[in-house]
C-alpha cells in the first residue's frame, strides 16, 4: 500500500459538487440508487466481458451487491463485485467530470438557486444525473476502494467533497469496488435519516431499484444467540431481481415504470411517457422505452449521450446503442432486449444486422404513433414534448423519408392564426380559404420580425395564414418537405405569389395592366441601378403599406440560411 497522494478536483467538478450538496433539499434517499445503478452496471460489464474474453482473470462465480450499514461508526457501504476501475479510470471517472454541457448546467443551476428555486434547480439537477456525487448529500466523507477485474493492484479514493481528494494504491484490493460513506452527524436527529438502519435501507432499494437484475444482499446482525452474546452477520437479498420489461404490462405499476426510467436514464425526473412493446414470432424482441419530460443539455451538441441499452436474453450488451433508433429520436431512452442476436455483437457489425435494422423500423413507428395519440389525448402533455423535443424531430423530416407524413402530423408551428397556441398542419388546412391552395409559411429568426416583414402585409389584408418558422432547422427541411397531405408548402418570400389566384382576378388584371405600363420605366431604371444587388424588379400585390420588399428565386437560399452557412465556414 502507497503514501496517499492529493489531488485536486477538476474546477467544474468542484463547482458542481458545492451545487449539488447545497441544492437538494429533499429526497436524498436517492443516493443509494445512484450507487446501486453503478454496482449493477459494474456487474453487467464484468459478466459480458468475461463472455467475451475467455482471458480476462475474473471471478464471476457469484456476482453481487452487498449493503453494509456500521450503526457504530456511522457508515454505510455498498460492495459489488464487478468490474471495478483502474487508477486512471479512477481519476476519470470519479476526480473529473466530462460530460458535455457541464458549465452550462452549473450556470443555470446557480441561476436557480439565486432564485431561491428549489424545486428548480432540483429538477435540474436530476437532468443533469449527478450520479456518484450524490454520495456527498448525505456523508462528509467518501472512501473508495476498487479493483478492476483481471489486474493486481487496486486503487483506494478518499474525498470530503470539496476541494481535493487522496488516491493511493492498496495491494489486497478485492475485485470489484466498495463506497463507503461516512454519513453525516445531523443525520442522527432524524430517525428517516438513518441510512444504517435496516428499515430504511430495505425500504430505499424497494422503492427505487427492486429490479436490479443482481442480488442485493444486506448485511444484518443476527438474532442474538443463547447466551445472550451472539451477533454473527447474516445476509439477505431484498430485491426481486425481476427484469421489468420482460414482466407483463399488467402486472407493473406506473411506480415501478417510475424508477427504472430513472435507473435507465440516469434522470430523476419522472418520465413524460412510457412505451412498453414487445414483438413475437421469428424475432422476438421487448422494448421498453421513455420520453423525458425534459431536454438533457446536451441535446444539440455533438456527442450527446444516447439513450437505448440493448440486451440479448436478460444480458447487457451495450449502452447508448445508437443502431436502434434514428438521430433525430435520440433523446428516447429505455431497453430493447433481443431473442435471436448474438452475444458478440459490436456496434460495427450492429448497424449492418438485419434483424436490428427490422427493430429499428418498429420502434421508430411505434414512437411516432404514441406521440401522435398523445397529441389527440392528452393536448397538455403533448405540448410538453413539443417544446423540449420539436427542435430535433424536425430533423426527421429531412433524414426520414418513410415517416415524413407521419412526423408532419406530430409537428407544431407558430403561426398569425393565433399569438400563443402552435398549429397542427391539419388545423391549419382546416382553416384554408376557399381557393387557397398553398399551406403558406415564412422563416426568420424570430416572431416579431417575421410579423413585421413587409412580406406579411398582403396576406394580412387578405386575412391569409402564415406559418411563423423561426428554428434554424426549419429553413432547410422546408427546402425538402414541399407538401403536407396534398397541399404544397410555400413561403411567402419566394418567387411569385399569385395572391390574386386565391380570389377572383378579373378587374385586377386591367389594374394591373395599366399599373405594369405606368410603372414600367421606374422598374426599369430601378433594375439597372440595383442591378450589382437583384435579379429583376417588379410590381406587387403583396405590399399594403410598405413601398417595396426584397424576394428570393424560387430555389434561392434564404438570408438565414445563407447566414448559417457562413456560420459554419461553408
Ligand atoms: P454515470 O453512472 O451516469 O456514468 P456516475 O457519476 O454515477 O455517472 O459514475 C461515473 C462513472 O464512474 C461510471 O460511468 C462508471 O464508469 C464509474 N463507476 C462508478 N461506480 C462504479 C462501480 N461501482 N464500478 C465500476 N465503475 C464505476
Ligand atoms: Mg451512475
Redesign the pocket.
Known sequence: TSQAETYEFQAESRQLLQLVVHSIYSNKDIFLR??I???S??LD?LRLESLRDSALEADTTDLHIALEPDPEQRTLTVR?N????SRD?VVK??GTIAKSGTAEFARKLKEARQAQDAEGSAALIGNF?????SSFMVADKVTLV?RRAGETEGTRWESDGKGTYTLQTVADAPQ??S?TLHLKPEDTEDRLWDYTAEHRIRDIVRQHSDFIPWPVRLAKEGGTGEDGSGTERTTETINSMKALWARPQDDITEDEYKEFYKHVS?DWNDPLETIHTRAEGTFEYQALLFIPSRAPFDLFQQGARRGVNLYVKRVFIMDECESLLPDYLRFVKGVVDAQDLSLNVSRETLQQDRQIQLMHRRLVKKILSTVKSMRTKDAERYGTFWEQFGRAVKEGLLSDFENRETILDICSFASTHDDEQLTSLRDYKSRMKEGQEHIYYLTGESRARLENSPHMEAFRAKGLEVLLLTDPVDEVWVESVREFDGTPLQSIAKGQVDLDGEEDGKEGDAEREQQEKDYGPLLTWLAGTLSEDVKEARLSTRLTTSPACIVGDEHDVTPTLEKMYRAMGQ
Open positions: 445512484e450507487l445503478s453503478n454496482a452496471d459494474a460489464k459489488d464487478g468490474i471495478g476501475m479510470e471517472l470519479i444525473g449527478v450520479g456518484f456525487y476498487t470489484g469496488t463506497v440516469h
